[in-house]
């Protein structure tokens, strides 16, 4: 695996989890062939944007996203504090933003404007947009739609819609992230939608520190993982690892395109 150039596109080294080795982590992944890094700062109001541009600024792998996540809507949207962040080298999209009808931590209204509000934002910035979405992918395509989202474009996050769904996200500009959930034993939906969806369409993340792919499932979850969901995605594409790893990171560096 280490010969392997891949890209970590979704993880979260600022969670406590990564308190006691957060730096030997990014070490780790480089090791593993993870050559960037994209931890997302969606969270406790602006703090989480701020402490992943920190990380960012201090290793040279690793890239930033600022946000709102939609469990915090409720706390409202520093906008101005958020365009402020955005404009940093070192971020490459807006997010993870969206929409959660599953936990709902946050009332739905609050979400959408939120949401909205952080689609305004990409399209000013020209940043792509990261998109988390549970039990609301209409809403939040039509939301994307209607505002106009294609042109930054973006991605699905942990993708759980079927494989219909990702054609018409094709349509917007938009990709999908599988994390360690496609390594998972019982897993067999998901890598038959995975199956269905263009190579081209996909990417590889980690979610860190959750959902630890096999053969790492129920321990914490870091960058250097992605490199087991890449070889489960190789299975399930029949298809050299290699080439999934070329593919899956060209679609990240065209996607964040201030990565490269």
């Not at 990564?18 to 593993?32: I, K, P, S, W």
């Not at 991605?155 to 018409?168: K, L, M, P």
């Not at 269905?196 to 980690?206: A, K, N, S, Y």
């Amino acid at each position: 695996m280490a010969a392997l150039e891949l890209i970590d596109t979704h993880a979260h080294l600022d969670a406590e989890a990564f308190d006691a080795d957060r730096d030997e982590c990014v070490r780790r992944a480089l090791a593993a062939g993870v050559t960037r890094i994209v931890t997302v700062g969606a969270g406790y109001g602006s703090a989480s944007a701020s402490r992943a541009i920190a990380l960012a600024e201090r290793h040279s792998q690793v890239w930033a996203s600022v946000g709102l996540h939609p469990h915090d809507a409720s706390l409202g949207v520093k906008i101005d504090e958020l365009r402020a962040l955005a404009s940093h080298p070192k971020v490459v999209a807006i997010g993870e933003t969206g929409l959660d009808y599953c936990k709902e931590l946050s009332p739905r209204a609050a979400q959408q404007e939120a949401f909205e509000l952080q689609i305004d934002l990409a399209l000013a910035v020209g940043k792509p947009l990261i998109i988390h979405s549970r039990d609301a992918g209409q809403e939040c395509l039509a939301t994307l739609e209607r505002k106009g989202a294609e042109a930054v474009g973006g991605v699905f996050h942990c993708y759980a819609e079927d494989a219909a769904f990702a054609a018409r996200l094709r349509n917007i500009r938009f990709l999908v992230s599988f994390p360690g959930t496609l390594t998972f034993k019982k897993a067999d939906a998901v890598r038959a939608v995975c199956r269905d969806i263009p190579l081209e369409q996909i990417m590889v993340e980690t979610d860190s520190p959750y959902m630890a792919p096999e053969p790492n499932r129920g321990k914490r979850c870091e960058p250097a993982f992605v490199a087991h969901t890449a070889a489960c995605l190789a299975q399930v594409k029949g298809l050299p690892v290699e080439e999934v790893a070329a593919i899956t990171t060209k679609n990240a560096l065209t996607l964040f395109s201030s990565m490269r």
